[in-house]
């Protein structure tokens, strides 16, 4: 198993967050971002993809 960004995957499916959603929001494909997943994301890249997922926690807790 890859373990690179298992972070970003776990606090995703913690949120209840799919990798499309997170997609829409950086503007690209999912097969995309799971291909960048595969590699090394620098640390802006990953606070980024952090961001997002707070911000789709917080949106899917309004529709509640």
Same mark, same amino acid.
């Given at each position: 198993?890859?373990?690179?960004?298992?972070?970003?995957r776990?606090?995703?499916?913690q949120n209840?967050? /799919?990798?499309?959603? $997170?997609?829409d929001? !950086? *503007?690209?494909?999912?097969?995309?971002?799971?291909?960048?997943?595969?590699?090394?994301?620098?640390t802006?890249?990953?606070? /980024?993809?952090?961001? $997002?997922?707070?911000? !789709? *926690?917080?949106?899917?807790?309004?529709?509640?």
């Amino acid at each position: 198993m890859n373990n690179l960004n298992s972070d970003i995957r776990m606090r995703a499916f913690q949120n209840d967050i /799919k990798m499309y959603e $997170i997609a829409d929001k !950086l *503007k690209m494909h999912y097969v995309t971002l799971n291909s960048k997943l595969r590699k090394k994301l620098s640390t802006e890249e990953k606070e /980024k993809i952090f961001d $997002i997922i707070e911000e !789709l *926690k917080k949106e899917k807790q309004c529709r509640k």
